[in-house]
Antibody
């Protein structure tokens, strides 16, 4: 079965960068699909952040402008989120998810708090 | 960006009833809509994709309908375990966008 698992620091200071990892088991991220980051703010609003495709292409939400980068390590079957210059408004639960026509598999989520 | 509006923030229903949750797109998204269920403390789980197709393992009491701009998730014979938030997603145009969610309460 396909499983995704996020990991991250939990707490980041304003103006710093956040880095999260999504570890995938049960399916190779180079075999197909699009590998996404999605976040859920306090109050439950969901925001699609971006993806890296099975062949390494990126697509990002313009709302994140030039702050976001999604990369991968195919040898470990992992993909990564980096978000620069974080503010308190980036406090959220971050999910990774697989997307073909829709997000069919999600990780359990990792909560990130931005605070000094 | 396409705005997905779930006008009902809260809905209350009883076990055994039928409930319909609606989602309206700000422009035509054909049938590129999915529905998700999120129980407290859990990640969202897929229910419906392409407006009316059930995700693997989803009970047939969950049905989706609609096309264009108006979409509906119907739950027949509501069960106590259906207590959750329900979100729609349009996957027609990037950036993908979600509805604000509908919280289903069981009386």
């Amino acid at each position: 079965d396909v499983q995704l698992q996020e990991s991250g620091p939990g707490l980041v200071k304003p103006s710093q960068s956040l880095s999260l990892t999504c570890s995938v088991t049960g399916y190779s991220i180079t075999s197909g699909y699009y590998w996404n980051w999605i976040r859920q703010f306090p109050g439950n609003k969901l925001e699609w952040m971006g993806y890296i495709s099975y062949d390494g292409r990126n697509n990002y939400n313009p709302s994140l402008k030039n702050r976001i980068s999604i990369t991968r390590d195919t040898s470990k079957n992992q993909f990564f989120l980096k978000l620069n210059s974080v503010t308190t408004e980036d406090t959220a639960t971050y999910y990774c998810g697989r997307n073909g026509n829709y997000f069919d598999y999600w990780g359990q989520g990792t909560t990130l708090t931005v605070s000094s | 960006d396409i705005v997905m509006t779930q006008s009902q923030k809260f809905m209350s229903t009883s076990v055994g009833d039928r409930v319909s949750i609606t989602c309206k797109a700000s422009q035509n998204v054909r049938t590129a809509v999915a529905w998700y269920q999120q129980k407290p403390g859990q990640s969202p789980k897929a229910l419906i994709y392409l407006a009316s197709n059930r995700h693997t393992g989803v009970p047939d009491r969950f049905t989706g309908s609609g096309s264009g701009t108006d979409f509906t998730l119907t739950i027949n014979n509501v069960q106590s375990e259906d207590l959750a938030d329900y979100f729609c997603l349009q996957h027609w145009i990037y950036p993908l966008t979600f509805g604000g969610g509908t919280k289903l309460e069981i009386k």
